[in-house]
T-cell receptor, first 112, second 114 residues
């Protein structure tokens, strides 16, 4: 069965370190998204991609970057982790019709 | 620009009572609308979606929602709450303006009292 997986499930890192969160999907979806979830804010869009070599900034992109070298993967990098980036991160993918979105199980990141 | 407002960050109902979770959206074009549920320490599960077909949409676990264009609303209802419905619920919108990302509301936490 097709799926979308995120790794790691939990991560603790120190302020200033570079961190990369992995997202891998086998749906063959062109569209992939990264969100962060914080209490009282719902899910907010960090970055998104419509295909290989395509990346776009979302509403809360400062301090984050993504790259898309193949259809299956969209890793999220925190260049220099800050305590404000402590959050739960969700990856998602969708078909081009925009009616079918699949979410990963999330990565809980703590920056100390 | 698209946006979603969920009225009430916390809703408490008694078991067996009607569940009503409110969602209003703004969109410059006809939207696609979604309701997701999130149980503690889990990911998001799709409850139902509206994609410009029937305005009354039935989802999983006995939930349904009605798209009302005149009110720009997409409220989620369930006739009789179960203890297992206790969770966080998110409304989301996607406008067909070329941007395919979903915009989420801030969520409503549903408590079900015995």
């Amino acid at each position: 069965d097709a799926e979308i997986t995120q790794s790691p499930r939990h991560k603790i890192t120190e302020t200033g370190r570079q961190v990369t969160l992995a997202c891998h999907q086998t749906w063959n979806h062109n569209n992939m998204f990264w969100y962060r979830q914080d209490l009282g804010h719902g899910l907010r869009l960090i970055h998104y991609s419509y295909g290989v070599q395509d990346t776009n900034k979302g509403e809360v992109s400062d301090g984050y970057s993504v790259s898309r070298s193949n259809t299956e993967d969209l890793p999220l990098t925190l260049e220099s982790a800050a305590s404000s980036q402590t959050s739960v991160y969700f990856c998602a993918s969708s078909d081009n019709q925009g009616s079918g979105y699949t979410f990963g199980s999330g990565t809980r990141l703590t920056v100390v | 620009a698209q946006s979603v407002t969920q009225l009430g960050s916390h809703v408490s109902v008694s078991e067996g009572a009607l569940v009503l979770l409110r969602c209003n959206y703004s969109s410059s074009v006809p939207p696609y609308l979604f309701w997701y549920v999130q149980y503690p320490n889990q990911g998001l599960q799709l409850l139902l979606k509206y994609t410009s077909a029937a305005t009354l949409v039935k989802g999983i676990n006995g939930f349904e929602a009605e798209f009302k264009k005149s009110e720009t609303s997409f409220h989620l209802t369930k006739p009789s709450a179960h203890m297992s419905d206790a969770a966080e619920y998110f409304c989301a919108v996607r406008s067909d303006t070329g941007r395919r990302a979903l915009t989420f509301g801030s969520g409503t936490r549903l408590q079900v009292q015995p």
